[in-house]
């Protein structure tokens, strides 16, 4: 069995569920949207920053980047330490920004450190928008300084469709069309995927790549906020979100003691905490990361890179960020799986 990849569903329940669940509203009024980045441009739509300038992380997905350039803005970037914790000092080297974006990585409250920061940043009337894709199921206390709250949902569980912005200070406006062309195609891939895990059908693995692929595709090209569509909204309230999270409890502490003696991998976070959910067990590879990649996928063992470097910073000087990006591995500890896979993973890892 492959571990890893795209998730998949298995049957299509029935749709009629309206309203977002319980681990959503607790960042206040929620806005369902189709993907991440929709919810950026929803946001976009309803706010009028001092200066339109967006200070973000050097290490973030493209996906975030997009909607500010698309809306004029000037993007700048704060590096990244070793840690994945912002660095205070590249931070308090811009002046003028309209909007500030932080977030934690995979699960974890790596941006711990920014309480006088953002407090700094209220005083001067920016807006402090944090990334919770990565943070979403876990439970620590958020900053009082956030004014908003996005993120993807699609990284978490099989849902056509599946971002949302969320704020505890004003009302938000809802997107009145569902991006329906985007929608079908990814419920056909996740249906695709299903049967393929049921079959091996190695044809049907071509089929829902593609039509993955050509998903993303067009989300690329359309970075427009659309509804959340009627199967996804009731996949998410379908959900149990505390099994959710005791699962990947579980597969992150397997990981973390069946890798801690391979010399050649470095965990970023090494213990999991009460309050934390992650998103995959990340690791520094202290060799070729592709050749080990390669490996483990003969193995039908997907682990992806988060991220490539974007376009839009990769001329810039990223510091300690560029062994980030050129290093990390994520290796899968999602609620599919139980500790049998768990354990396989770490043997294949010791045999590389």
């Given amino acids: ?22 681990w959503l509203t607790k960042y206040g009024d929620c806005v369902l949207t189709s ?37 004029g803005y000037s993007c700048y970037f704060y590096n990244i330490n070793d840690d994945l914790s912002p660095n205070i000092e590249s931070i308090k080297s811009y002046n003028n920004i309209g909007i500030f974006i932080h977030m934690g990585y995979y699960g974890f409250s790596s941006n711990s450190n920014l309480l006088n920061v953002l407090k700094n940043f209220k005083n001067q009337s920016v807006i402090v928008l944090e990334d919770i894709t990565h943070t979403l199921f876990s ?4 900053f009082e300084e956030n004014d908003f709250y996005v993120g993807s949902i699609r990284k978490w569980l099989g849902l056509p469709s599946g971002g949302f912005i969320a704020s505890t200070e004003r009302k938000l406006n ?18 695709s995927k299903g049967e393929y895990m049921k079959t091996s059908d190695e044809n049907l693995k071509d089929l829902f790549l593609n039509q993955f692929s050509r998903a993303e595709s067009l989300l690329d090209k359309d970075v427009a906020p659309y509804s959340i569509d009627g199967l996804s909204m009731n996949l998410i309230n379908l959900l149990d979100a505390d099994e959710l999270v005791r699962k990947r409890t579980i597969n992150f502490t397997t990981l973390s003691e069946g890798l801690k003696s391979i010399s050649y991998l470095n965990p970023i976070f090494k213990k999991n ?3 934390i959910c992650p998103l995959f067990y990340p690791v520094m590879i202290k060799k070729d990361r592709d050749s080990v990649r390669k490996k483990l996928v003969e193995e039908k063992i997907y682990c992806p ?19 980030i ?5 994520s290796i899968p500890c999602d609620q599919r799986y139980g500790i049998n896979e768990m354990e396989r993973i770490v043997s294949v890892f010791k045999c590389l």
Wanted: proline share 7%; glycine share 4%.
């Fill in 325 to 329: 990006y050129n290093n990390i591995l």
């Fill in 273 to 275: 905490t009460e309050n």
């Fill in 1 to 22: 069995m492959e571990v890893g990849s795209e998730f998949w569903l298995d049957n299509i329940p029935k749709i009629g569920q309206t309203k977002a669940p319980n």
């Fill in 139 to 142: 439970s620590f206390k958020r």
């Fill in 35 to 71: 993907s991440g980045r929709g919810a950026i441009s929803l946001l976009l739509q309803q706010v009028t920053p001092k200066y339109k300038s967006v200070l973000l992380p050097t290490y973030i997905c493209d996906s975030v980047i997009f909607p500010f350039i698309e809306q």
């Fill in 305 to 323: 890179v988060h991220w490539p470097i974007p376009n839009q910073i990769k001329d810039r000087d990223l510091e300690s960020t560029l062994g």
């Fill in 174 to 191: 809802r997107p009145l069309l569902t991006n329906d062309v985007f929608t079908k195609l990814r419920t056909e891939a996740l249906s």
